[in-house]
């Protein structure tokens, strides 16, 4: 069975740091693209990033380039996502999710990010 | 960035009746490799999201027949043949077709 499990997130002050890690079982974690999503409060899904199988390459969304950084460890088959310098517009429940050829296929339960002084 | 119209934006519904719910892009969704990224995912009240339709009309493993998707370019559709109550939720359309990849407002679907 495919799992996928955040954890990390927490109150943070603005422009401090915090780094989420998406613990994955029940697939070859290492021949996937993972991203990361996030949704605000009472609000829709915005993809935040993603990153290759090996690791060799990722991307991200204009609003956390320079800020946040996307990274996995095969060995531990584990997803991270390094943020700092935190506003308070990134307040939002932060998924992991697996991508299978473009579509996101599994996702995590999530975990609550809270940016505020 | 490609954006992506939902209409309607809320949907009451009877249960056993049909619903449809709408996606249009700003721009073709056709990929260089000839496939169309569009994807339909749902998020019951507090839950993570859950995929429903891949490729435009490819169900999901564990999905319901009674859901399908359909279209072309840039206009899509998702149906639900018969609601049920645990249809209800917010349903979501999201292009994997271009970087940023984006997601529809979401449409919450309710019943009467």
């Known amino acids: 069975e495919v799992q996928l499990v955040e954890s990390g997130g927490g109150l943070v002050q603005p422009g401090g740091s915090l780094r989420l890690s998406c613990a994955a079982s029940?697939?070859?974690?290492?021949?996937?693209?993972m991203h990361w999503v996030r949704q605000a409060p009472g609000k829709g899904l915005v993809w935040v990033s993603r990153?290759?199988?090996?690791?060799?390459?990722?991307s991200y969304a204009d609003s956390v380039k320079g800020r946040f950084t996307i990274s996995r460890d095969n060995a531990k088959n584990t997803l991270y996502l390094q943020m700092n310098s935190l506003r308070a517009e990134d307040t939002a429940v932060y998924y992991c999710?697996?991508?299978?050829?473009?579509?996101?296929?599994?996702w995590g339960q999530g975990t609550l990010v809270t940016v505020s002084s | 960035d490609i954006v992506m119209t939902q209409t309607p934006l809320s949907s009451p519904v009877t249960l056993g009746q049909p619903a449809s719910i709408s996606c249009r892009s700003s721009?073709?969704?056709?990929?260089?490799?000839?496939?169309?990224?569009l994807s339909w995912l749902q998020q019951r009240p507090g839950q993570p999201p859950r995929l429903l339709i891949y490729?435009?009309?490819n169900r999901f493993s564990g999905v319901p027949d009674r859901f399908s998707g359909s279209g072309a370019g840039t206009d899509f559709t998702l149906k639900i043949s018969r609601v049920e109550a645990e249809d209800v939720g917010v349903y979501y359309c999201t292009q994997a077709t271009q970087f940023p990849y984006t997601f529809g407002q979401g449409t919450k679907l309710e019943i009467k």
């Open positions: 990153i290759n199988s090996d690791g060799s390459s990722t």
């Open positions: 999710a697996r991508a299978m050829t473009r579509y996101f296929d599994y």
């Open positions: 029940g697939f070859t974690f290492s021949s996937y693209w």
């Open positions: 721009q073709s969704l056709v990929h260089s490799d000839g496939n169309t990224y």
């Open positions: 490729k435009i009309s």
